[in-house]
């Protein structure tokens, strides 16, 4: 089954359309937002800190199951207390 195009509402979103806060001693944040306006690469950010200092990562993804399944890895690895891959 393909993957379906972000909805209308997910592309006219200022800003990140969905944001998980996955907690943990890292302090873990994962967004996803459109990549580029108008285009259907979803951008997916994560940020927490380590030994207090702020660290990040992101990746571009086509299609917004792909970009959800990422951000749920990510955020299960920041609740772990795991810094996902950079």
Do not use: Q
Not at 3 to 15: C, E, I, L, V, Y
Not at 42 to 60: F, I, Q
Not at 69 to 85: I, T, V
């Amino acid at each position: 089954m393909p993957d379906r195009a972000p909805d209308a509402w997910m592309t006219s979103s200022a800003g990140p359309f969905l944001t998980m806060n996955a907690g943990g001693r890292l302090e873990g944040v994962v967004t996803i937002s459109v990549a580029t306006e108008g285009a259907h690469p979803l951008l997916v950010e994560a940020a927490w800190k380590c030994n207090g200092d702020p660290r990040s990562t992101s990746a571009t993804v086509t299609g917004y199951d792909a970009a959800r399944a990422l951000a749920h890895e990510w955020a299960d690895e920041l609740a772990a207390g795991r810094e996902p891959p950079r």
